[in-house]
């Protein structure tokens, strides 16, 4: 029984959601409408549901892979389809005869290799070949994948740009036509019917609309061949992939619920904030009030405290003055006052007949 293979977050398996779906399955729809009646290679198949993909058009298809658990995976999960086989082998090292298939497919392959062995896989891709056939393959924009968004893929041993994929491509194969993929978030409009007619794309907004010229590339699409004549004439201009489920759609759908949510709560805890926010200049209003009845009190009591003191000084002299006066009338009182009077009244008395 084929177990399901674990995701690590560089090799796209069924089930996965989000912007992997997008990149992985558009790369194989864009492939499946070449290979109709044609013996196909798909060079590093992974998980095998490309190789599939393919093989509901072509005359055949072989997955190649290195890791021989995720080949026998493949084996076991697409045993049904009879035009289907998987090899595990090298893409360096392709185990299949010369001129044995019409289309290789290969999606972000060689930048898994290092620089020395990328000739090699692409002389592979020259053997097995059959004269008229051709190469689809897909390599990450170094500029735009890495560069720019400073982000550096362990499982990518050595990216190019576009000029460093075209040169390496040469060798092989003169005839080269680049398309870019990235993904696009725009509005769709289909003619109903059957007929396929020739795509527009514009961009702008309310004050202008233009043609939209191809996005900066986020990888390279790349059909490839010996000449000119052998590339395919059919190819649309503009090619448009969704999910069945629609995953991104939705997931966009309750992101903004999501915030539209957290934006409701945001406005009653800011409502509320608000609210506690009076309160509490309310309350620093009535601290303040009574901070200056205190130091209002505290005025009066120092206040007060100096008029204590000087009625205690008062008191003082006061309560001296009558002991000085008590002293004086217990004095006079007392028999010593009586003998010294008449001796007192004399000196008066002479006092003023001096003075006379």
């Not at 729809?29 to 393919?54: H, I, M, T």
Request: charged letters at 25%; aromatic letters at 8%.
């Amino acid at each position: 029984m084929s177990t399901e293979l674990e995701f690590t977050g560089e090799r796209f398996v069924p089930g996965v959601a989000g912007e992997i779906v997008y990149e992985h399955v558009h790369r194989y729809a864009f492939a499946r409408a070449l290979v109709q009646g044609k013996r196909v290679l798909d060079a590093a198949c992974g998980e095998g549901y490309g190789s599939a993909l393919l093989a509901s058009v072509a005359a055949s298809v072989t997955g190649v892979d290195i890791d021989a658990n995720t080949v026998d995976h493949a084996r076991e999960r697409y045993r049904a389809i009879g035009n289907l086989a998987f090899v595990s082998g090298s893409v360096a090292a392709l185990p299949l005869t010369d001129a044995s298939v019409d289309v290789v497919v290969s999606f972000e392959t060689i930048e898994h290799l290092p620089a020395d062995l990328q000739p090699r896989m692409l002389a592979e891709f020259a053997r097995v070949l059959a004269p008229g056939g051709c190469i689809v393959l897909s390599a990450p924009n170094r500029i735009e994948y890495s560069d720019k968004r400073g982000y550096a893929n362990p499982f990518h041993l050595h990216e190019h740009d576009r000029a460093e994929l075209d040169t390496l491509l040469a060798a092989h194969f003169p005839a080269r036509r680049f398309f870019r993929q990235r993904l696009w978030l725009g509005s769709t409009i289909w003619r109903e019917g059957s007929e396929r007619s020739t795509a527009t794309a514009y961009i702008g907004d309310s004050s202008s609309v233009t043609d939209a010229p191809p996005p900066e590339a986020m990888y390279y699409l790349v059909l490839a061949a010996a000449d000119e004549a052998a590339l395919p004439r059919q190819v649309p201009g503009v090619s448009l992939f969704s999910d069945a489920a629609e995953t991104e759609l939705t997931r966009a759908y309750h992101g903004a619920s999501e915030a539209m949510r957290l934006d409701g709560i945001l406005g009653e805890r800011t409502s509320m904030l608000d609210s506690k926010t009076a309160h509490v200049e309310h309350l620093e209003r009535l601290v303040a009030h009574r901070d200056g009845i205190v130091v209002e009190r505290d005025g009066q009591l120092e206040q007060q405290a100096r008029e204590l003191s000087d009625l205690r000084a008062q008191l003082g002299e006061a309560q001296a003055a009558t002991a000085a006066q008590e002293r004086i009338i217990d004095y006079r009182q007392s028999w010593r006052w009586w003998l010294m009077l008449p001796v007192v009244r004399m000196r008066s008395a002479w006092h003023r007949i001096r003075s006379e």
